[in-house]
C-alpha cells in the first residue's frame, strides 16, 4: 500500500469524477519517491505502485523546496461572504448590544415561566 486512503461507503458512479479522481491518483503517482529500504536491491514497478527511486531521484527530490499537492480542490462555488464597502456598513447597529438585550429578554421569559409554572402547582395543592 502506499498511504492513498479509500472510503468503501462511498459510491461514486459519476464518470466526471471518476475521471477527475483517476487524473489525481496518477499525478500523485509521478510526484511520489518511494526511498528503497536496501540502498543495493531496488524493487521494480509492481502491481501498479511505482519502482523504487535511485539515489540521484532521492537527491534532487530532497533539494527541492516546493511539494506536489493533489488534494487542493477548485473552487467552483461562489465565496461565503461578498465584499462590501466600509461606507455601505450600518454603523447604528450594535451586534454585542442586541446580543445582550436577546439573551436578557430570554432570560426573563425563562423565569416568568418558572414562576407561572410554580403557582400552578400552589393552586391544584
Same mark, same amino acid.
Given at each position: 500500500?502506499?498511504?492513498? @486512503? #479509500?472510503?468503501? *461507503? *462511498?459510491?461514486?458512479?459519476? /464518470?466526471?469524477?471518476?475521471?477527475?479522481? +483517476?487524473? @489525481?491518483?496518477?499525478?500523485?503517482?509521478?510526484?511520489? #519517491?518511494? $526511498?528503497?529500504?536496501?540502498?543495493?536491491?531496488?524493487?521494480? &514497478? #509492481?502491481?501498479? +505502485?511505482?519502482p523504487d527511486? =535511485?539515489? /540521484?531521484?532521492?537527491?534532487?527530490? @530532497?533539494?527541492?523546496?516546493?511539494?506536489?499537492? +493533489?488534494?487542493?480542490? /477548485?473552487?467552483?462555488?461562489?465565496? !461565503?461572504?461578498?465584499?462590501? /464597502? #466600509? %461606507?455601505?456598513? =450600518? &454603523?447604528?447597529?450594535?451586534?454585542?448590544?442586541? !446580543?445582550?438585550? %436577546?439573551?436578557?429578554?430570554?432570560?426573563?421569559?425563562?423565569?416568568?415561566?418558572?414562576?407561572? =409554572? $410554580?403557582? *400552578?402547582?400552589?393552586?391544584?395543592?
Open positions: 500500500s502506499i498511504g492513498i @486512503r #479509500v472510503d468503501k *461507503r *462511498r459510491k461514486n458512479r459519476c /464518470e466526471e469524477s471518476l475521471k477527475k479522481n +483517476i487524473d @489525481r491518483l496518477e499525478q500523485y503517482k509521478k510526484c511520489l #519517491v518511494i $526511498i528503497p529500504k536496501k540502498k543495493n536491491k531496488l524493487k521494480k &514497478n #509492481v502491481g501498479g +505502485i511505482p527511486a =535511485d539515489q /540521484e531521484t532521492i537527491k534532487e527530490a @530532497r533539494k527541492k523546496k516546493t511539494y506536489c499537492s +493533489i488534494f487542493k480542490k /477548485e473552487r467552483t462555488s461562489k465565496p !461565503l461572504f461578498e465584499k462590501m /464597502e #466600509v %461606507a455601505k456598513i =450600518d &454603523n447604528k447597529f450594535l451586534a454585542y448590544k442586541k !446580543l445582550m438585550k %436577546a439573551k436578557k429578554i430570554e432570560r426573563k421569559k425563562n423565569k416568568r415561566q418558572q414562576s407561572k =409554572d $410554580i403557582k *400552578r402547582k400552589s393552586q391544584k395543592d
